[in-house]
């Protein structure tokens, strides 16, 4: 198992290791730490075929609290090696895309391909299934979205959108949807989620929904 694991997190680095984003942004060195210490629980080779959700029997992710005894304000060597990489990326990626995107009123499509190419998702998902967050850390999670909103917040948003649902999930997702949604997401970088809550009048309780999709033709309405 420990050999298997070592070559699935082996063979990511060296998919990514080809990538010419990493060398235009200057992000190599970062980007091949965090994958070496994701590494060492196994990343799983990214599959292209299978998008379907598909349950996956798993135990229970629930990340331990950050160990900090000390109120602290300085940054760790990782979150300042982040957050210098993420304002570098909304400075030579978002920045230019904003305002076309803005006039277009739509998400770049070419935006997707970062999210695979910097492993954006891999930092909410769980080191047991092949991701890098080892506990929960709010800290660095806003740091993230923080530096990337320098380029532009809206964009930011949707390229955060998947991040944010897997950290819910692994925060408060039962065991049965956990299996469900977890090991899809560490499988396939292809899959995009978001929240969506609302009603048709103000002030309503997202507690107590009343708004239902109905499933027609293989889409929900």
């Known amino acids: ?32 730490k965090s994958l070496y210490q994701g590494s060492k629980a196994g990343f799983r080779a990214l599959s292209q075929t299978q998008k379907a959700f598909k349950p996956k029997q ?9 160990k900090k005894n000390l109120f602290d304000l300085s940054l760790t060597e990782e979150q300042q090696m982040t957050s210098d990489a993420m304002s570098q990326f909304a400075q ?9 995107a803005d006039q277009a009123g739509q998400f ?5 391909q970062y999210v695979e190419d910097l492993g954006l998702n891999y930092y909410a998902l769980p080191e047991t299934l092949g991701g890098v967050a080892a506990e929960q850390n709010i ?30 999930i692994t925060r408060w997702g039962s065991t049965e949807v956990q299996s469900m949604y977890l090991p899809c997401f560490a499988e396939d970088s292809d899959i995009t989620a978001t929240f969506a ?19 027609e033709n293989n889409q929900y309405f």
Not at 58 to 66: E, S
Not at 92 to 100: C, I, R, S
Not at 108 to 112: A, F, G, K, M
């Open 58 to 66: 798993i135990p229970q992710q629930r990340l331990p609290q950050q």
């Open 92 to 100: 030579e990626v978002l920045l230019g895309l904003a305002h076309d």
């Open 139 to 168: 800290v660095s999670n806003l740091l993230i979205a923080e530096k990337l909103a320098e380029g532009d917040f809206s964009l930011t948003a949707g390229l955060l959108s998947t991040f944010s649902v897997i950290n819910a």
């Open 1 to 32: 198992m420990i050999n298997k694991a070592q070559g699935l997190g082996l063979s990511l680095i060296t998919k990514l290791a080809g990538s010419d984003v990493l060398d235009q942004l200057k992000l190599r060195k970062f980007f091949e």
């Open 197 to 215: 809550v609302q009603e048709a009048t103000p002030a309503f309780n997202p507690y107590i929904l009343k708004t239902k999709a109905s499933l």
């Open 108 to 112: 770049p499509e070419s935006l997707w």
